[in-house]
Nanobody
Framework: VELVESGGGLLQPGGSLRLSCAAS????????MSWHRQAPGKGRELVAS????????NYADSVKGRFTISRDNRKNTVYLEINNLKPEDTAVYYC??????????????WGQGTQVTVSS
């Protein structure tokens, strides 16, 4: 099982980027995907999630209107598009794969993270 994030880097405020998370080793289309971030000195927070078929998405209030999560089940990849970058978006961004039915967790996988730094 592997989740590999990419697309991070050093960007200027107001810019945009798209993060990708390529999955392998499990049935990608069977579970929900989400993006989380952890800023220096802070805990990990959920920023966006998407259901297995992409029909529903949810966002943290702090990123609504600027972040867009999407997935391509043919490519086993989930994306996070970030617009109007702000310095407070600086964090390590992680993708998560999760499949659960009632109280049974089939899987819960994490990537290694990709650093996003927003600075002028």
């Amino acid at each position: 099982v592997e989740l590999v994030e990419s697309g991070g880097g050093l960007l200027q405020p107001g810019g945009s980027l798209r993060l990708s998370c390529a999955a392998s080793g499990f049935t990608f289309s069977g579970g929900d995907m989400s993006w989380h971030r952890q800023a220096p000195g802070k805990g990990r927070e959920l920023v966006a999630s998407i259901t297995s078929n992409g029909a529903r998405t949810n966002y943290a209030d702090s990123v609504k209107g600027r972040f867009t999560i999407s997935r391509d089940n043919r490519k086993n990849t989930v994306y996070l598009e970030i617009n109007n970058l702000k310095p407070e978006d600086t964090a390590v961004y992680y993708c998560n794969a999760h499949r659960q039915s009632l109280n049974w967790v089939f899987y819960d996988y994490w990537g290694q993270g990709t650093q996003v730094t927003v600075s002028s």
